[in-house]
């Protein structure tokens, strides 16, 4: 590798400005610069999420999500440590209602015994009373070292952090194509903008919700497709923010790789409840209906999308009607704190998940990275990929050194 290496890092999420920072510590004497289309970084996923730091209980074992996820809680409550980013380990639990769920939790709790998720336990109904004294549930899974923390605030002290070490960030600036270039020294890739074109030995490309598109324009697949799903979050009455201890979940329809709507305590101390899960008109609307007719338009022409629909579409109509109502919310967080029946809040943001589709229809669950000459592409990373974002940074930063 030469002495002084370029590369560049496109998109300041939270991954994007967690493997900006990560190639400088391991290169101190590299050249790294990381392009943003917005004028700040978290603009997207990382700055509309839970705010939640995962331990790991779904994921597959062995599954890149799986490992990630495990480094990634380390990696993360000492970065928030040392940089004073608010963090709480309030702890989970996951309740069954019925039957069906209590052996699907179960399952869940194998799964995060393999994962050697730490302190995890099954409760009874009494056991989860003396955890969450407001819940309900016939059992329940604990993870004591689930934990919340402010996501934007710790993309800003990971871009400080990057420049800090003598790392350079363009925001306002989007990246139109990675253009490959093979060279007698080996390959480079050419970063074009509105405004320049600059070559680089390395590019990781960390585009969030656009990373399909960037990676088209690019020359790459453009399959896995980005299906845009919107989570909407309502935040409760200030009378109802002491009504649990930490996070409350529900457990998971195993049709899709969302959690369902959870209670969750925000790390400015209120109570939210969300996000569901639904088809977006839009992959960057945050606001009324959203509605982006090249986007929606995309969705309509991608084949994958319609063997999707044909599956969901009978679901999806049903949920239609209550997608954007506090009641439907409300409603189904009572279900497992009945305290909460009738409660009032108001609508918050709404985060919009990037979910990788194949061209047969089916949900992408684990992170995909793709490698092409001198650039790599993320093309998955949603849920647990902030919890993971500083050992998802390590792991394609050491792929590149060819340390794995
Ligand atoms: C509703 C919701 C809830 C979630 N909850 C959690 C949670 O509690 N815990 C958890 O661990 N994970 C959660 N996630 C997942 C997590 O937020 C994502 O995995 C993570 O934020 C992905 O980070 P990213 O940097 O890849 O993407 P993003 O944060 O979307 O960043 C991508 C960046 O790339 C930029 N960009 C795109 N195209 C270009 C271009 N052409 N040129 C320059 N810049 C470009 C964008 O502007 C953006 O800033 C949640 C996600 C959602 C949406």
């Not at 839970?50 to 779904?58: E, M």
């Not at 970065?79 to 996951?94: I, L, Q, R």
């Not at 004294?133 to 329940?140: C, D, K, R, S």
């Not at 990037?354 to 490698?371: P, S, Y």
Request: glycine share 10%.
């Amino acid at each position: 590798m030469a002495k002084h290496a370029r590369w560049a890092v496109v998109g300041a999420g939270i991954i994007g400005a967690a493997v900006a920072r990560e190639i400088l510590g391991r290169h101190d004497s590299a050249d790294v610069t990381l392009f943003e289309k917005e004028d700040h970084p978290a603009a997207h996923q990382t700055g509309h999420n839970s705010g939640v730091v995962h331990a790991g209980l779904y994921y597959e074992p062995g599954s890149l999500k799986a490992t990630l996820c495990r480094r990634g809680v380390d990696l993360i409550r000492d970065f928030a440590n040392e940089h004073n980013v608010a963090f709480d380990e309030c702890g989970k639990v996951v309740v069954a209602t019925d039957e069906t769920e209590a052996e699907r939790l179960h399952a869940i709790h194998s799964r995060a015994l393999a994962n050697g998720v730490p302190d995890i336990a099954m409760l009874d109904r009494d056991g989860l009373r003396d955890i969450e004294p407001n819940a309900e549930g016939l059992a329940a899974l604990h993870s004591p070292h689930t934990a919340i923390i402010d996501y934007r605030g710790l993309t800003d002290a990971l871009v400080a952090d990057f420049r800090a070490h003598g790392g350079r960030v363009r925001f306002s600036t989007p990246v139109k194509t990675i253009d490959r270039r093979g060279g007698p020294t080996g390959d480079t890739a050419v970063v074009r903008t509105p405004v320049d074109a600059q070559e680089f030995d390395h590019v990781i490309v960390c585009a969030g919700l656009q990373s399909d598109r960037l990676a088209a324009r690019s020359g790459q697949n453009r399959t896995p497709t980005v299906v845009p799903f919107f989570g909407q979050y309502f935040i409760l009455d200030e009378e109802y923010s002491s009504a649990v201890n930490g996070l409350i979940y529900p457990v998971p329809d195993p049709k899709y790789p969302f959690l369902g709507v959870h209670v969750t305590r925000r790390i400015d101390g209120g109570l939210m409840i969300g996000p569901n899960a639904f088809l977006s008109f839009s992959r960057e609307g945050y606001r009324g209906l959203g509605l982006n007719i090249p986007d929606s338009l995309a969705v309509a022409a991608d084949s994958g999308f319609w063997r999707f629909a044909v599956g969901n579409m009978a679901t999806a109509a049903r949920e239609l009607p209550g997608v954007l109502s506090i009641e439907k919310f409300v409603a189904e967080a009572a279900r497992y704190v009945p305290d909460l029946a009738g409660a009032d809040g108001h609508r918050a943001t709404r985060g919009i998940r990037a979910q990788a589709m194949n061209r047969d229809g089916t949900l992408v669950d684990d992170f995909v990275i793709d490698r092409a000459g001198a650039a790599m592409f993320v093309r998955n990373a949603p849920s647990p990929g902030a919890t993971s974002a500083l050992a998802i940074a390590e792991h394609l930063v050491a792929i590149i050194d060819g340390r794995r």
